[in-house]
T-cell receptor, first 115, second 112 residues
Framework: NAGVTQTPKFQVLKTGQSMTLQCAQD?????MYWYRQDPGMGLRLIYY???????DKGEVPNGYNVSRLNKREFSLRLESAAPSQTSVYFC??????????????FGNGTRLTVT | QKEVEQDPGPLSVPEGAIVSLNCTYSNSAFQYFMWYRQYSRKGPELLMY????GNKEDGRFTAQVDKSSKYISLFIRDSQPSDSATYLC????????????FGTGTRLQVTL
């Protein structure tokens, strides 16, 4: 029972480099999310996808792009990494968006350092 | 001022103690209230959720919401070392139950 799987677990980038964080869920969920977690800031929503084929900006989308590749997969891309993007990134999924009985299920995170 | 305030701790208690974790919020539109538990180097996992005001109990855990005071609590009875984790409150308004506003988390350590 894998749930939400994120790759890679750790990554170090130099300023200006690009990378894609991968996320896949096996729970047949419709909605998927990308959050970042920083000390003293809590979890902040970067982008979300209510259903396959749709994506929307969250609270902190600048510097990121996303792709909902299919129902299972939702990737996050950093085109030109900056030190301010050093964070722990969590992918999450839920059965649907905006439903009370549809809690978020999180992956175990990608720890990204930008030097 | 943040929409959701949570004391970061750390909170250290002996095994068997009753733990009280709290969050305050400023947005009166919040209706859905959740508590997530996050172990070190892991993703958050949903512990409990409640709608509007009142109490909800699940085993050793009780979630309480006081909308008039904009205050929510999580009580843990008979705390165990396995309860040592960071506890995140989260909440959202109507129609956006999956677009949550999170507190920063309270780190709890239960000692033997």
């Amino acid at each position: 029972n894998a749930g939400v799987t994120q790759t890679p677990k750790f990554q170090v980038l130099k300023t200006g480099q690009s990378m894609t964080l991968q996320c896949a869920q096996d729970m047949n969920h419709n909605s998927m999310y990308w959050y970042r977690q920083d000390p003293g800031m809590g979890l902040r929503l970067i982008y979300y996808s209510a259903s396959e084929g749709t994506t929307d900006k969250g609270e902190v989308p600048n510097g990121y792009n996303v792709s909902r590749l299919n129902k299972r997969e939702f990737s996050l891309r950093l085109e030109s990494a900056a030190p301010s993007q050093t964070s722990v990134y969590f992918c999450a999924s839920s059965e649907s968006l905006g439903t009370y009985n549809s809690p978020l299920h999180f992956g175990n995170g990608t720890r990204l350092t930008v030097t | 001022q943040k929409e959701v305030e949570q004391d970061p701790g750390p909170l250290s208690v002996p095994e068997g103690a009753i733990v009280s974790l709290n969050c305050t919020y400023s947005n009166s539109a919040f209706q859905y209230f959740m508590w997530y538990r996050q172990y070190s180097r892991k993703g958050p996992e949903l512990l409990m959720y409640t709608y509007s005001s009142g109490n909800k109990e699940d085993g050793r855990f009780t979630a309480q919401v006081d909308k008039s005071s904009k205050y929510i609590s999580l009580f843990i009875r008979d705390s165990q070392p396995s309860d040592s984790a960071t506890y995140l409150c989260a909440m959202s308004g109507p129609g956006t139950a999956s677009k949550l506003t999170f507190g920063t988390g309270t780190r709890l350590q239960v000692t033997l």
